[in-house]
């Protein structure tokens, strides 16, 4: 079954730095969409990153010139390269795929940026 795992998450200062990874596994035809996604104790989830297309990638405002995603189609994997992180960046980090027609979670890895 495909399946896709986070890691990478923890506790960090403010102005700190950290990488997340998203791991993919089971049979993979396709994959048409690819990003991050976050979402915060009693708050909505949303998109932090993604890839629209195969090369074209789109980021939420508030990440915009911090964040930066990328992947290793050899490996399938993703990454999310966080750095001067705010206590708002603090969520739940999920990888988000939609391949074989259908869309998949990961279970998420825990940011906290805190002193």
């Known amino acids: 079954q495909v399946q896709f795992v986070e890691s990478g998450g923890g506790l960090v200062e403010p102005g700190g730095s950290l990488r997340l990874s998203c791991a993919a596994s089971?049979?993979?035809?396709?994959?048409?969409?690819m990003g991050w996604y976050r979402q915060a104790p009693g708050k909505q989830r949303e998109l932090v990153a993604a890839f629209t297309g195969y090369t074209t990638t789109t980021y939420a405002d508030s990440v915009k010139g911090r964040f930066t995603i990328s992947r290793d189609n050899a490996k399938n994997m993703m990454f999310l390269e966080m750095n001067s992180l705010k206590p708002e960046d603090t969520a739940v980090y999920y990888c988000?795929?939609?391949?074989?027609?259908?869309?998949?979670w990961g279970e998420g890895t825990l940011v906290t940026v805190s002193s």
């Open positions: 089971g049979s993979i035809f396709r994959i048409l969409f």
């Open positions: 988000y795929a939609n391949t074989n027609g259908m869309g998949y």
